[in-house]
């Protein structure tokens, strides 16, 4: 299978970079996959779980948000924060979801749209956590 | 002339206060390895920042419907200044370069009549302009409980003065800082970052790629511009985090060095004291002798 290249940065870091099979972003408008050869595309992402497929074995890694980016030299994703499923701090997770929950009453207008969406994000994110670790 | 007890008590003062100097030299210099590599580390980011803003960018700047952080206000009366210091001193003439850099900057406005607000972040910068400026700093924030400069900082910055351009108390904003060139030089540099300066793509660069959008491209430009400047504020902090550094070693490097020079002509004129007055001693007692 053609592999491309993949960097996933955030401004602490670079989290990921090598060749990759697949990686599946969530988009803004929707989960979509890239493969080696995809069409350039600027897409923003949002807040959810960035799969990288390579050679047959899934790494997940958490992003909040950003911008991917696919050019002829691979794909780009800026996120704001990304961090490995392994890595994340379950409870400290719990407690930011919590404290967006007890913001909600101070907003109001589109900022509370944006609020309630973005806690929409953050609690899937949870929600799939917790069910693959089930498994 | 001093005892030869004062002078001894001299040199181990100095001796002592090599020895300070010399450990904060050696503290600078391992924190300074830090703050280069996290200077390196968020370098890919902030480059792939600018490859899409410009891309972008170039492409919105011209239309009518562009947003007032690329585009400006369409007047430029109202400027404010963004200085970026350490929090602590002992580092040569760096925070006072990045000061001197505003301050002629505030003031080559005013001649021309503009208005200049500051917006000071680090105590240093903070206290230095407050003798001149002391009306026109609108805000002032302090890192110093700050232990590992983190993406949020920034963004708590970049925060505030989006509020405030939002709320159009100001046209252009401009960032000082110190860029951090080597361990010897460190440059202070102004940034304009209200409205944002693109960089014309280099002619020779060939036809840029043509992206598709999703969401469209507007759209992404305004999620991309308010980012952007929190990355250009994150980036100034962390080149100003490792400059303070660099030009602290550098001076307690200085520092060290003369405690040392320092130390050597004591301890001669010192010895020579006390050679003296064990001569003058042996004198005296031969000429009591001869007396007798």
């Known amino acids: ?135 | 002339m001093a005892s030869l007890k004062d002078m001894r008590v001299r040199i181990a003062s100095t001796k002592a206060t090599q020895k300070i100097t010399k450990a904060m030299q050696m503290v600078a210099a391992s924190k300074l390895r830090r703050a280069q590599t996290a200077a390196e580390a968020a370098r890919p980011y902030a480059e792939k920042m600018d490859a899409v803003i410009s891309n972008i960018a170039t492409a919105a700047a011209g239309s009518p419907g562009a947003p007032a952080l690329l585009a400006g206000t369409g007047n430029d009366q109202v400027h404010l200044l963004l200085v970026c210091t350490g929090e602590r001193g002992l580092s040569g003439a760096f925070n006072s370069s990045i000061v001197r850099l505003a301050r002629e900057r505030a003031l080559s406005l005013i001649a021309q009549g503009k208005e200049v607000k500051f917006f000071c972040v680090g105590r240093k910068g903070y206290e230095q302009l407050r003798r001149q400026f002391d009306k026109q700093i609108v805000e002032h924030l302090d890192l110093k409980s700050v232990r590992q400069l983190g993406f949020i900082n920034a963004e708590d910055i970049a925060r505030k003065v989006l509020a405030r351009f939002d709320a159009g108390e100001f046209d252009v904003c401009t960032l000082f800082y110190s860029r951090f060139k080597s361990v010897i030089s460190q440059i202070p540099t102004a940034q304009q970052i209200i409205p944002l300066v693109v960089e014309e793509p280099a002619a020779n660069a060939g036809p840029s790629t043509s992206y598709e959008y999703e969401p469209e491209e507007d759209e992404i430009l305004t999620r991309l511009l308010p980012r952007n400047l929190a990355v250009q504020i994150f980036r100034a902090l962390l080149e100003n985090n490792a400059s303070f550094y660099g030009a602290q070693m550098s001076a307690m490097d200085n520092a060290t060095r003369n405690a040392g020079d320092m130390i050597r002509k004591q301890t001669l004129i010192y010895n020579r004291t006390r050679q003296a007055q064990i001569t003058k001693e042996l004198i005296e007692i031969i000429s009591g002798a001869e007396a007798l």
């Not at chain 1, 949002?46 to 950003?66: A, C, D, E, F, M």
């Not at chain 1, 701090?89 to 967006?100: C, P, S, V, W």
């Not at chain 1, 009453?105 to 994000?121: F, M, N, Q, T, Y």
């Open chain 1, 1 to 135: 299978m053609a592999t491309f290249h993949f960097d996933l940065v955030s401004p602490e870091k670079l989290a990921f970079s090598g060749e990759v099979d697949q990686v599946d972003v969530p988009g803004v408008e929707g989960d979509f996959g890239v493969l080696a050869g995809h069409a350039p595309v600027v897409a923003a992402v949002r807040p959810g779980i960035l799969t990288i497929t390579s050679g047959g074995t899934h790494q997940k890694i958490i992003v909040l948000g950003g911008l991917a980016e696919v050019s002829e030299k691979g794909l780009t994703v800026l996120a704001d924060v990304a961090i490995s499923t392994q890595e994340l701090d379950r409870t400290q997770f719990a407690e930011t979801i919590a404290e967006m929950e007890a913001k909600l009453a101070e907003k109001e207008g589109s900022e509370l749209d944006h609020a309630i969406e973005r806690l929409d994000h953050f609690k899937s994110i949870e929600h799939q956590i917790s069910t693959t670790a089930m498994h």
